[in-house]
């Protein structure tokens, strides 16, 4: 099974689509499966926009609208998790995950899925202390606090996750783990970003929960972005486990923003055709949802979990009988194709209306269908409804779009084939989006560092050992190489 891991997407799906088409050109292969790991940018309209929390000047609408409205379908099924610079009010829709657009798949604030025997989990957000204990209490239109807190990883989903059993494939998260400097090069990261150093000393670069979920989940691989930097490592585990941990960087040009991995058929990981890729529900997960839902808060307070020293329960690995009524809720755990959009999609043949307010939050009918029959709340409805705010569904009847109708017929249908997408690219380089010359961005503009300037390198970051006994050098394949340099190299 060939993988396609992207760091920071930042609204270029075209981009990154065509990226992979030469790559495949190049390569003679086909790519199986598209990981994007957070700074998506599912943007449907200039309303979406308005809740990204960056300045107006880099309010981009980019490309992904196209995939929303059915002007184009992803060639790839892709999946991502959320980050710190996304269209949140769309994002609240999927609190348990679900289509973004036909062929492209929303992890939720946290989730675990499988994609033909491949266990993914993943997890979305950045960590900032004050919000983690919070519940979500957020809706659009945001203030300019909620805008900001509303991507902010809380603890309730870190404890969900805590409960998995059995082995991970792949883990995503936006956010580096708290410590995995150690485990690669770490005089080759200083050198990239050497602003990284002070944060690196005092142990604040990164996330302390996800320190903590991998160290306790463990997964083969894990894959991150956020920093714009791509950095390598290994972590050996107890038990002969290790974890191979890559960041990537974000997609521009001469940046190393894009990764294939290859993951071998097994008894329980084949692919037999293009069309045999399968996303489903992972059955534990769901019957982690069930069990914990009535630990979910929606208040601005702190919000604790269970620990052994209550009277109540507080370990959550499923039973074999929650497993087994879990299941008999679902009948099938092959993910349903229900994408509907609920929205106008951006069309650019009408002016941009830079005024334009922030929408109201919607319900989206993915998510109740899987809340009835899983049995569990959608807290964006808590949260609306706490605060005394009219639900707001749409009238997808009155939508101008295309998505509802042709563009779902080709996706539940087949699975496109190579040249069923029309792409632009035909030409030997790439054509990627100017740099931001992030250099004039001013010191308060600057936020978890997303805006902080770059340093191109386009040599793979070589381990250098301490020690004898520290980790080896980990193995990526690395068959895209010359897709990072520029028509002059």
Not at 121 to 126: F, M, V
């Amino acid at each position: 099974m060939k993988i396609a891991v992207e760091g920071c997407a930042h609204g270029e799906l075209e981009k990154i689509y065509d990226t992979i088409e030469e790559i495949e050109s190049q390569q003679k292969l086909k790519v199986d499966l598209l990981i994007c790991c957070g700074d998506f940018q599912s943007t449907r309209n200039m309303g979406d926009l308005k809740t990204m929390a960056v300045s107006q000047k880099y309010q981009n609408m980019c490309s992904f609208y196209k995939y929303y409205s059915g002007e184009k379908i992803a060639p790839i099924l892709t999946i991502f998790i959320g980050g710190n610079h996304e269209a949140s009010n769309h994002l609240q829709e999927l609190p348990y995950g679900g289509w973004v657009a036909p062929n492209i798949y929303y992890m939720g604030y946290a989730g675990v899925v499988n994609v033909n025997g491949v266990r993914i989990g993943g997890i979305s957000g950045i960590y900032k202390g004050g919000d983690y204990l919070r519940g979500r209490f957020e809706f659009s239109p945001y203030t300019d606090s909620t805008m900001r807190s509303v991507y902010h990883v809380r603890q309730f989903e870190v404890f969900r996750l805590k409960q998995l059993s059995g082995d991970l494939d792949i883990f995503i998260s936006h956010d580096w783990p708290r410590g995995i400097y150690h485990y690669g090069d770490f005089n080759q990261l200083c050198k990239f970003k050497p602003f990284f150093k002070e944060e690196i000393d005092s142990n604040r670069l990164g996330s302390p929960p996800l320190e903590d979920l991998l160290k306790l989940l463990q997964p083969k691989y894990w894959f991150a972005a956020h920093l714009h930097c791509k950095f390598a490592a290994i972590v050996n585990h107890e038990d002969d486990k290790s974890t191979k941990f890559l960041a990537l960087d974000k997609c521009l040009p001469n940046r190393r923003f894009l990764q294939l991995l290859d993951i071998e058929n097994t008894d329980s990981i084949k692919i037999e055709t293009p069309d045999s890729i399968k996303i489903e529900y992972d059955l534990e997960w769901l019957a982690i949802l069930r069990s914990t839902n009535h630990l979910l808060s929606v208040k601005h307070s702190n919000n604790f979990m269970p620990g052994p020293n209550g009277k109540e329960r507080f370990e959550f690995t499923p039973s074999n009988e929650e497993l087994e009524e879990t299941k008999q809720k679902m009948k099938d755990l092959k993910i349903p194709e229900n994408f509907t959009a609920i929205v106008e999609a951006f069309n650019p043949d009408n002016s941009f209306d830079r005024s334009q307010e922030q929408p109201k939050s919607m319900i989206n009918p993915q998510t109740t269908q899987l809340c009835e029959l899983l049995g569990i709340d959608d807290p964006l409805v808590l949260a609306m409804s706490q605060s005394g705010v009219e639900l707001n569904y749409s009238d997808v009847s009155n939508l101008d779009v295309s998505c509802t109708s042709e563009a779902n017929t080709t996706f539940n249908n087949s699975v496109l084939s190579d040249g069923d997408f029309c792409s632009p690219l035909k030409r030997k380089s790439l054509s990627l989006p100017d740099p931001v010359c992030e250099e004039t961005i001013k010191d308060d503009e600057k936020t978890d560092h997303d805006t902080t300037p770059d340093v191109v390198i386009l040599e793979e970051i070589i381990h250098t050992p301490e020690s004898k006994d520290s980790p080896p050098a980990p193995k990526f394949k690395r068959r895209n190489a010359d897709i990072y340099k520029s028509t002059e190299e």
